[in-house]
């Protein structure tokens, strides 16, 4: 559907009218990246449903996270959020998407490819970076860096599920509603419509993307008709378009925009964000930015606890094997 080399983004460029891209779900791209012992901002796959069929020439160690499509290899499942051997001439196949939006596959070693401006991220409309600039097709072929020797270990196997595994829920009592923070022209919206943007229920429509999801729900409207100056605009970032509807700015966004930003995503959720499929309904909550702050700073504290202990973990099961 789209298949695409991400990392965390190529930021430091947007002045120069180049947008951030990278992954949608950057937790889960890092927690992939975090099982097989990478760095969290090596290249990964980013995969939607139906997603490509991977055959793989050499024996590698694998990881997938964020949303579950049913993974087999050479028709045996294979489980999300746990390293995964897998034995030369293997092929690994999806079949049926059973939650969220966005699988992420990352390979230890990572990819040999050339990054653009710092990052290895595939940038759609200026049709760089990645491969070739462009969503994966049919027999490419991606080149992976060395990797340990692997073969004993395998033996007659297919692949082998390694013994630790990742906690995706950093937080037992996350909010099912998404918190925002009030935009720079959040005082724009006249007093129903900041209630109604707080109490009502917006559906992500299929005319969504990475680009932005575009939401249904009750329209919006502005105390005057004041037209704003292209200006700053992020992932996250909630826009009131002229019809009155909204559009939640996402990874593959836009430098700027001349429409109202009314609000903007806390960073911790927009992963949360990222792993919801058109038809889902959105419920905002307002939060302050001390609240933002300190999610943020959790969700990455157990992103780094994990990929310490990961690190080490495979670095005892290489030691190990050779």
């Not at 419920?283 to 690190?311: G, M, N, S, V």
Request: a neutral charge; hydrophobic letters at 45%.
């Amino acid at each position: 559907m789209l298949d695409s080399i991400q990392d965390m983004g190529r930021f430091g460029y947007q002045h120069q009218g180049i947008n951030p891209s990278g992954a949608m779900d950057k937790f889960a791209a890092s927690l992939a990246n975090a099982l097989v012992g990478n760095n969290v901002n090596e290249a990964v796959l980013e995969m939607h449903f139906p997603a490509a069929i991977v055959l793989f020439d050499q024996p590698v160690i694998i990881a997938l996270a964020g949303a579950d499509f049913n993974a087999t290899i050479n028709g045996d499942p294979v489980p999300v959020n746990r390293p995964l051997l897998v034995n030369k001439s293997s092929i690994l196949q999806f079949h049926a998407k059973k939650n969220k939006a966005r699988c992420y596959l990352a390979i230890q070693g990572g990819f040999c490819i050339e990054k653009w401006l710092n990052s290895y991220s595939t940038n759609l409309k200026a049709e760089t970076g990645g491969m070739e600039g462009r969503k994966l097709k049919k027999d490419d072929l991606i080149e992976l860096r060395a990797a340990p020797a692997l073969e004993k270990s395998l033996a007659d196997h297919d692949f082998k599920i390694l013994s630790w595994n990742a906690n995706e829920v950093w937080q037992e009592d996350l909010e099912k509603e998404i918190l925002i923070l009030p935009g720079a022209e959040w005082s724009w919206l006249d007093k129903k419509s900041q209630q109604l943007l707080l109490s009502g229920f917006f559906t992500i429509t299929n005319n969504s993307d990475r680009m932005g999801y575009r939401l249904k729900g009750d329209p919006l409207f502005t105390v005057s008709k004041e037209e704003l100056v292209s200006s700053a605009i992020c992932f996250g970032t909630l826009q009131l378009l002229p019809d009155g509807q909204l559009i939640v700015l996402m990874a593959d966004h836009q430098t700027t925009g001349g429409y109202p930003r009314v609000a903007n995503i806390i960073s911790a959720q927009l992963p949360l964000l990222a792993q919801m499929n058109a038809g889902e309904k959105i419920k905002f909550r307002i939060t302050d930015q001390a609240t933002a702050e300190k999610l943020f700073i959790k969700q990455k504290l157990h992103l780094l606890q994990l990929q310490i202990a990961c690190k080490l973990r495979l670095e005892n099961f290489i030691h190990e094997i050779n």
